[in-house]
């Protein structure tokens, strides 16, 4: 038995597919997993104007009160800026809104961006301080943990794939046992395939430069901007990281494209993850760990 779901929640359709279960069992599964995504997109959202991160970050340079979830998620963000030495920076929020994209209401972009090192933590009283026209979008984090959370409101489903915009988690078997293959979408074509891998018992994500862009003033953006540079991050166009949560998976792969070909390729070396990189020339990097994952193409289209 297999039973495919999809809603809408955190801005964009979410595709679940659930084995092994009668259908009434399964909707009812699927509607718990509803709710999560839901309690996620009205806490962490920076488009929600009742979200709980947007009071924060309309908070303007004030000590502000927050959730514990929000304020470990802005820790968390704050750990991996510095890991990254800025290159991942929550901050990005202020760029995005420069562009036009989440722009908040009355937004007046700061002379001098604020960057992560500019947040302050009360953490007896979990209080959060903003600079001055400072907005934080903890996104590539945030997706990840609510597919896993999900997953989790899914535990007595014998297997299941949860999508959310290329962001996958998977459990148990697909039909008859086989795992869930899944593919890799081409940068410049929607409609093409690059790669495609069985997983069981994972994540795998998917970032790359051509899925949230425009232009702004004459100048194109795309929405993983370096934070060193303030500026769209190049060399990567599209990351593939597999990882045993989808959280991990998001957050590598979007790292992926902050850093570059080398930086990137030496830190998922080191992690041993499995990736697929595709640089700005086309060239495929992908580790022995992936291709070992990898099916055929033809298993997806045929």
């Known amino acids: 038995m297999t039973e495919h779901y999809v809603f809408h929640s955190m801005g964009i359709p979410i595709h679940i597919t659930i084995v092994g279960l009668p259908k009434k069992e399964a909707g009812e599964a699927v509607k718990k997993a509803e709710i999560v ?128 915009g290329g962001d996958i988690l998977t459990k148990g078997d697909y039909d008859g046992g086989s795992a869930w293959n899944i593919a890799v979408q081409a940068p410049n074509n929607p409609d093409a395939i690059v790669s495609a891998v069985g997983l069981k018992n994972a994540g795998i994500a998917t970032s790359g430069v051509y899925q949230t862009k425009g232009e702004q003033d004459g100048k194109k953006w795309h929405h993983l901007v370096n934070m060193k540079n303030k500026c769209p991050a190049n060399g990567v166009v599209s990351a593939t990281v ?27 070396e080191q992690s041993g993850l499995p990736y697929f990189l595709i640089d700005e020339e086309g060239n495929v990097h992908k580790n022995s760990a992936f291709a070992k994952l990898e099916v055929p193409i033809q298993s997806l289209v045929s």
């Not at 929600?48 to 908070?59: G, R, T």
């Not at 597999?242 to 998922?268: F, H, K, V, W």
Request: charged letters at 20%; hydrophobic letters at 45%.
């Open 37 to 164: 995504f839901n309690e996620y997109d009205l806490r962490f959202s920076r488009f929600e104007p009742d979200s709980e991160l947007m009071a924060l970050n309309m908070s303007n340079g004030a000590w502000h009160k927050v959730g514990v979830e929000l304020f470990q998620v802005i820790k968390k963000c704050v750990a991996l800026s510095a890991e990254t030495d800025g290159a991942f920076d929550p901050s990005v929020g202020g760029i995005l809104a420069s562009y036009g994209y989440g722009l908040p209401e009355n937004f007046i972009s700061p002379a001098n961006s604020p960057t992560y090192r500019d947040l302050a933590f009360n953490e007896r009283e979990l209080l959060i301080r903003l600079a001055p026209g400072q907005i934080l979008e903890p996104a590539c984090i945030i997706k990840g943990m609510a597919i896993d959370s999900a997953g989790k409101a899914l535990e007595k489903v014998p297997g299941f794939m949860i999508n959310v």
């Open 242 to 268: 597999i990882a045993e949560t989808c959280e991990r998976a998001d957050t590598e792969a979007s790292l992926a494209i902050l850093l570059g070909p080398i930086q990137a390729t030496a830190r998922l």
